[in-house]
């Protein structure tokens, strides 16, 4: 078995393990670099921010709302990005 990293751009990664799919700083619709948007993202298990600078948070509130993946983030993170779903770590 494999794990594959993909990078997105800016600080966006992809790691796509054997049972897991991690997603971190997904910075997508407004990166010029970003090889796809938003909604090509498979289903994560977990959606991991680094920090509160918009390149970072970018795109994870949309794609935690469509996909109901959970957000692990510091506490900066959310006023950031207040559209952020409830039950953010």
């Known amino acids: 078995m494999s794990t594959r990293l993909t990078y997105f751009g ?3 990664y ?3 393990g054997p049972s897991n ?3 971190i700083d997904p910075f997508l ?3 010029p670099l970003a090889p796809c948007s ?8 977990v959606i ?6 918009f390149d970072h948070y970018g795109d994870a509130a949309s794609i935690a709302r469509r996909s109901g993946a959970p957000v692990v983030c510091d506490t ?3 006023p950031a990005a207040s559209d ?3 039950g953010v770590s």
């Open 10 to 12: 800016a600080a966006g």
């Open 84 to 86: 952020l779903p409830a």
């Open 38 to 45: 938003p909604d090509d993202i498979d289903t994560p298990d």
């Open 48 to 53: 991991l921010v680094s920090h509160a600078a």
């Open 29 to 31: 619709s407004e990166n």
């Open 21 to 23: 799919r991690i997603l």
């Open 76 to 78: 900066a993170v959310r």
């Open 14 to 16: 992809e790691i796509v």
